[in-house]
């Protein structure tokens, strides 16, 4: 599973923002099931941050939202990012799989 948190960030607040997500993102890295994640700016407008996390399935990051450290230290941060979908099925090439399609996913 992918997950792709942007966030759009005044140049004056960019130090603090920074800190601020490299925080929030060392949180997340440390529950169970996280797979990898990186901070990012945009190169062509720097007022954009990203946060990409990858999870072992959608259940590790549900319960790495619901732990009490994260919820203190991370979902604050979270919460100020672009209103839009951020999980993501991450579709390999010639897996064969219908994407998107309506059935229960693997929760672990």
Not at 11 to 34: K, N, V
Not at 48 to 70: F, K
Not at 74 to 86: C, I, Q
Request: net charge negative.
């Amino acid at each position: 599973m992918l997950v792709v948190n942007r966030f759009r960030v005044a140049e004056a607040d960019a130090a603090s923002f920074r800190g601020d997500l490299e925080t929030a993102h060392g949180l997340l890295a440390s529950r169970p099931g996280y797979v990898d994640g990186t901070v990012g700016r945009n190169v062509d407008d720097p007022s954009l941050w990203v946060l990409q996390t990858r999870w072992a399935d959608v259940g590790s990051y549900r319960r790495a939202l619901s732990a009490y450290d994260v919820k203190l230290g991370a979902v604050p941060l979270l919460s100020r990012a672009l209103d839009e979908p951020s999980a993501y099925e991450v579709v390999d090439p010639g897996d064969g799989a219908v994407l998107n399609e309506a059935r229960p996913r693997d929760l672990r």
